[in-house]
């Protein structure tokens, strides 16, 4: 039996290393400030870990630290947004709340791979 087939973990979907900025909170736009993030889904959540290149030990897994921050995706939006940077391959996902953050990779098969996998758990919760 696997540790997740209890039926109460959640499963990790993805997880990998992208550019990220916050540009809205509750609808109130913010300045942006682009860092690297060690980004998380698991489940419904996505969860953003400080860079592990800027941090020694293995604080930053999941298990061993808290998240930065933490996004509810149920009832979410996700949109390309290449409009909002003069960086390519950016996206935008916007919660139930009215936070808006934008994630970005340099690699295009990343960032494609990342796109679909939020929008399918986006999809599964507005079918709930
Ligand atoms: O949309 P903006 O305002 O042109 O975004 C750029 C700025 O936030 C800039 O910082 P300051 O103007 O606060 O120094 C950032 O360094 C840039 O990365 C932002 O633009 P991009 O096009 O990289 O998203």
Known sequence: ESPNSDGMTPE??????LNKTKIAEGG???RKNWNPSWVVLVGNSLMFFK????QN???WKPGNSCPESSVDLRGAQLQW???LSSKKNVF???TVTGNEFLLQSDTDSLIREWYSTILKVIDRLDKE
């Open 81 to 83: 947004a290449n409009e």
């Open 28 to 30: 109130r736009k913010l």
């Open 12 to 17: 990790l979907e993805k997880a990998g290393l």
């Open 92 to 94: 935008k996902l916007r």
């Open 51 to 54: 860079d592990p290149k800027t």
């Open 57 to 59: 030990s293995d604080s």
